[in-house]
C-alpha cells in the first residue's frame, strides 16, 4: 500500500502568538496539501526567534517528513528572520542568490515605472534574495519576496511569504506541481447530516463501520444551525484510483446510513464546501 507524503507546517510570527492575526495560511494549507493526496502531520506556530526557528526545524527534520513548509518571515524587515533561523539549522551560509536578486529587482523596476520613479535595491530589498546557500528561489507573481526551496537528506524544505495572497499564489504555481509529481494518492471525501440520533449514541455504530472499512476516516462534528442541533460525519479516505476511492466513501456512508435509520435518525449529503 502506498503512503501519503508527510507534511510538516511551521507558522512563523509574534502577531500569530498574541493572537492579533488569526492562522489561516495554516488552515489554507492544510486543505490544499489534503486534497492534493498529502498528509499534514503537525501543524507548528513560532515566533519570530532565530534560535526558536532553527531548532524546531531541526525537529521537523528528525522526523523525516517529505516535505517541511514554512509561512512567514521572508520580507524586508527586522523581524523577517525566517531564511537565517532555516541556515542556522542546517548549517548553511547566507548568500545574495542572482536568481532571486533579479526577481526582487524586476518587481520593483515594474513597481517604479507604474509609479513614475525609480526604486533604489535598498539593503532591506536585497535582504529577500539573501538565501541560504544551495537554495533556490520561486517566482512570487503577487508580491516581492521569492519563496524558497531547499532539498536536504531526503526532505524538501519550502519557506513562502505570510502574505496570504503570495503563500498561495507560490504554492498554485510551484509546490501544488511538485507535489503531484511526487504524491500517487487520491484524496476522496463526504459529508453528512445527521438528525435525531445523540453523539454518545453514534460512538458505537462507527466503531462498528470502521472495523468493515479500516481505510476511512470517520471524524463527528456536533453542529448547530437551522432547524436545531445536529451532527456532520465527514468521511474521507486516499486511494490511487479515484473510481475506488469514491467506492469506499460510498459503501461506508451507506453502512453509517442504514444503521442511523434503523435507529430512528435521518441521514442528508452535504455538498462539500458548506
Known amino acids: 500500500m502506498i503512503e501519503q507524503l508527510k507534511f510538516e507546517i511551521l507558522t512563523i510570527g509574534n502577531e500569530l502568538l498574541i493572537g492579533k492575526i488569526l492562522n489561516t495560511n495554516a488552515h489554507w494549507l ?3 496539501i489534503t486534497n492534493l493526496g498529502g498528509r499534514v502531520t503537525r501543524i507548528i506556530t513560532i515566533g519570530d526567534d532565530v534560535g526558536e526557528i532553527s531548532s524546531t526545524v531541526r525537529d521537523c527534520l528528525a522526523r523525516k517528513p517529505d516535505f517541511i513548509i514554512t509561512v512567514g518571515g521572508l520580507g524586508p524587515t527586522f523581524d523577517d528572520k525566517t531564511l537565517e533561523g532555516v541556515a542556522r539549522a542546517l548549517n548553511l551560509s547566507l548568500k545574495v542568490n542572482s536568481e ?3 526577481m526582487v529587482k524586476m518587481k520593483y523596476e515594474s513597481l517604479g515605472r507604474a509609479r513614475g520613479e525609480k526604486i533604489e535595491l535598498t539593503p532591506a530589498r536585497i535582504k529577500m534574495a539573501t538565501l541560504p546557500e544551495k537554495a533556490k528561489p520561486l517566482t512570487n507573481p503577487v508580491g516581492t519576496a521569492p519563496g ?6 531526503g526532505v524538501t524544505i519550502i519557506c513562502l511569504p505570510g502574505v496570504p495572497e503570495e503563500m498561495k499564489a507560490i504554492f498554485e504555481d510551484s509546490i501544488s506541481l511538485i507535489i503531484r509529481g511526487k504524491s500517487k494518492l487520491i484524496f476522496c471525501e463526504k459529508s453528512l447530516r445527521l438528525e435525531g ?3 454518545s449514541d453514534l460512538a458505537p455504530i462507527i466503531d462498528q463501520v470502521l472495523k468493515m472499512n479500516p481505510r476511512v476516516y470517520i471524524k463527528s462534528h456536533p453542529r448547530r444551525g437551522e ?3 445536529y451532527i456532520e460525519l465527514h468521511l474521507s479516505t486516499s486511494d490511487e484510483s479515484l473510481e475506488e476511492c469514491f467506492r469506499v466513501i460510498d459503501v461506508t456512508a451507506s453502512e453509517v446510513k442504514k444503521h442511523v435509520v434503523e435507529r430512528g435518525g435521518r441521514v442528508t449529503e452535504i455538498p462539500i464546501g458548506e
Not at 524558497?148 to 537528506?153: N, Q
Open 30 to 32: 492544510s486543505r490544499r
Open 100 to 102: 532571486a536578486l533579479n
Open 148 to 153: 524558497v526551496l531547499l532539498e536536504t537528506d
Open 197 to 199: 440520533i445523540y453523539e
Open 227 to 229: 432547524g436545531g442541533a
